[in-house]
């Protein structure tokens, strides 16, 4: 698998030599436009775009997409400069790469996007969270947490809202088991009680235990081979929900991850059960403790790690990146024609507080996908897709249309302002306005006294 990498600095190349070197890739490099049009001219190949070098890698891409529309582009962000991840899915690149750039990441996307490999398996040990988008700093210490995680044998417990991604950080925690193992996902709250014990355990019989009467650390569980725990043998079992099974489910998993041993209700025979519980549960677990609803020890179990979620209101850095990925899915999938996000159609998408998180993000991009015909989606079709219910969009219903205008307003410049690094020159030009007009909304915003960091900063900056 072939790919021209183009900008990467001198001071990096080494290094990333070495890191791509492990992988089955073939890099060819380029340090200008013209190189990289140069070697384009004699073969087809991905690029690879670092946007270290800033706004020359955004017109590379623009470039290549005029002189080789059919060329894939990749981009590596530069974590210090947002909105040159947000330009560079304006100018259509298919995916953008977090820094350290793990190869296997690479590989994927360029699977993914229908470029060949020949491995016979995906090089899943090359990086601990090769699919999460970490470009903002919480999703960061997520990665570094899930690499921690990743090691060990240790329950994990991952918190955060609905929709947030934990089982996507279970995945890659997933990663650091052999590849053969399974990763099977059991939800606790989709089940009546039986059917729970009968998915994890295989059954749901009046007797669970097989009583070891020369043991002092309790009985030993009964699991069938049917049971979705003998399933992740080797592997990860993800629990979603777990506070909602029942104090007899919970007595039992407490009891089988206790001991990591059980008994193979077929043949009686003991087996070490060697299966990393991971958890996906909602920020006040620790509520659910108190309460009753999940048991003090299950939860010791499960929590050696723990792992915050944040929403996606709170990694903001991602959403352009995250969008892109999902935009591209809905067009494959829908077998339509691949559509990107113009600039000021992600600037808002950037600024709404998605309170339910990636599914209400995609739902938004699939009626706006569906809604237009032209290959960019323009601010008005997000516009005119998104909910003013208190689904997606940042309102609240008891307020008048002007109070709502005025409520969107500030908090769509100051995620605009925050995505430009608090430039009101290139924020003015992602909104369409003149940068006068940027000032003077900025007086008002002040009088409103309206505290987004952003606009402080440049309120004491630029405003008398």
Known sequence: MHIL???????????????????????????????????????NLPVLLDLSVGTAALRTAREVRVRRPRTLVFAVADLGRPDLTAAAVASGVADVFSRPLIPSRVVNALER????????????????????????????????????????????????ESGSGRCVVAHAIHRHRPS???????????????????????????????????????????????????????GTCYLGNVAAASPRVQARLARVLCRREAVLAETGQRFLLDVRPVAGVEPDIERAVREGHLRQDLYARLAAIRIDMPPLRRRREDIPAIANYFLRGICASRKMARKTLSHAAL????????????????????????????????????????????????????????????????????????????????AARALGIERANLYRKLRGLRADGHTVAAIRKYHSRHIA
């Open 113 to 160: 996007e229908g470029v060949p490999h020949g491995r016979a398996q995906p090089g899943r040990h090359e990086g601990p969270c090769a699919d999460l988008y970490c470009l903002s700093p919480s999703m960061r210490e997520v990665a570094i947490r899930a690499a921690r995680a990743g090691g060990l044998r240790s329950g994990v417990m991952i918190r955060g």
């Open 347 to 426: 600037s808002l998408i950037v600024a709404l507080p998605w309170r339910s998180n990636a599914p209400e993000l995609r739902d938004v991009l699939q009626a706006a996908a569906a809604s237009t015909t032209e290959p960019s989606i323009s601010l008005e079709t997000i516009l005119a897709v998104v909910r003013l219910d208190g689904g997606s969009a940042a309102f609240a219903t008891r307020r008048t249309l002007r109070q709502a205008h005025a409520q969107f307003e500030r908090e769509y410049i100051a995620a605009v302002l925050e995505q430009h690094r608090g430039s009101v020159s290139e």
């Open 180 to 234: 053969t193992s399974r990763f099977v996902t059991v939800d606790c709250a989709a089940l009546a009680p039986d059917e729970l014990e009968r998915e994890l355990f295989g059954s749901a019989c009046r007797t669970s235990t097989w009583v070891d009467r020369d043991s002092i650390a309790g009985p030993i569980e009964r699991v069938s081979r049917t049971s979705r725990l003998h399933d992740a043998l080797g």
């Open 5 to 43: 990498y183009v900008g990467c600095p001198s001071s990096e190349r080494q290094d990333m030599r070495r890191q791509l070197a492990s992988s089955t890739l073939d890099v060819q490099w380029a340090d200008t436009t013209a190189n990289a049009l140069s070697v384009l001219q004699r073969r």
